[in-house]
């Protein structure tokens, strides 16, 4: 069935640095992959998407980058602050079929250090 | 604009019990799905709703079960509760069909006892 597979599982970065989060997904049918922030208490918020048609997509310090040939994409956060802490869960679907529904990976949790 | 609003908050209940959890969905947004979120499992999709139509379904035991209102509320509902169904039940709303952008509430956290 369909997986996403999400790396790494935590990952501890120094404020002002740079993280890398990665993903691959199983269905080449897939073109929509999400990218959720769920600080402690909170449900998942949405923090940037890209889609199938586009290979990479900045948001100020966020940008997702996708290789649909080899099914992987990524979260890139640059200039990491503080308040980057958090777990982060990429996820793939295909909107408009009648089996859509959003795959998550297992997630990330990034912890910044001061 | 409002967000996606899951009641109750939280909610504890005994094995055997039943329950209901409630989401309203931003305004206008049709679409609305379910997750349970666990920590040895991460995030599992439960259903999806659209305009009252159950649309897709996890892979979930028939005691979970869910449907849709007019208004695009939606509720949800474990019968028989066991003890590994303590979870943090998520709602997400989209203007369309499910898989262009969700949000999420803030989800109903069930405790099983």
């Known amino acids: 069935g369909e997986n996403v597979e999400q790396h790494p599982s935590t990952l501890s970065v120094q404020e002002g640095d740079s993280a890398v989060i990665k993903c691959t997904y199983s269905?080449?049918?897939?073109?929509?992959f999400p990218w959720y922030k769920q600080e402690l208490g909170k449900g998942p918020q949405l923090i940037i998407d890209i889609r199938s048609n586009v290979g990479e997509k900045k948001d100020q310090r966020i940008a997702v980058t996708l290789n649909k040939t080899a099914k992987h994409f990524s979260l890139h956060i640059t200039e990491t602050q503080p308040e980057d802490s958090a777990v982060y869960f990429c996820?793939?679907?295909?909107?408009?079929?009648?089996?859509?529904?959003?795959?998550f990976g297992s997630g990330t949790r990034l912890s910044i250090r001061p | 604009k409002a967000g996606v609003t899951q009641t109750p908050r939280y909610l504890i209940k005994t094995r055997g019990q039943q329950v209901t959890l409630s989401c309203s969905p931003i305004?206008?947004?049709?679409?609305v799905s379910w997750y349970q979120q666990t920590p040895g499992q991460g995030l599992q999709f439960l259903f999806e709703?659209?305009?009252?139509?159950?649309?897709n379904k996890g892979n979930f035991p028939g005691r979970f079960s869910g449907r849709q209102f007019s208004n695009s509320r939606s509720e949800m509902n474990v019968s028989t509760l066991e003890l590994g169904d303590s979870a943090l039940y998520l709602c997400?709303?989209?203007?369309?069909?499910?898989?262009?952008?969700?949000?999420f509430g803030q989800g109903t956290r069930l405790t099983v006892v």
């Open positions: 709703y659209f305009s009252e139509t159950q649309r």
């Open positions: 305004s206008g947004h049709r679409s």
């Open positions: 269905d080449s049918a897939s073109n929509y």
């Open positions: 997400a709303s989209s203007s369309s069909i499910l898989g262009t952008e969700a949000f």
């Open positions: 996820a793939a679907s295909t909107p408009g079929s009648s089996a859509s529904k959003i795959i």
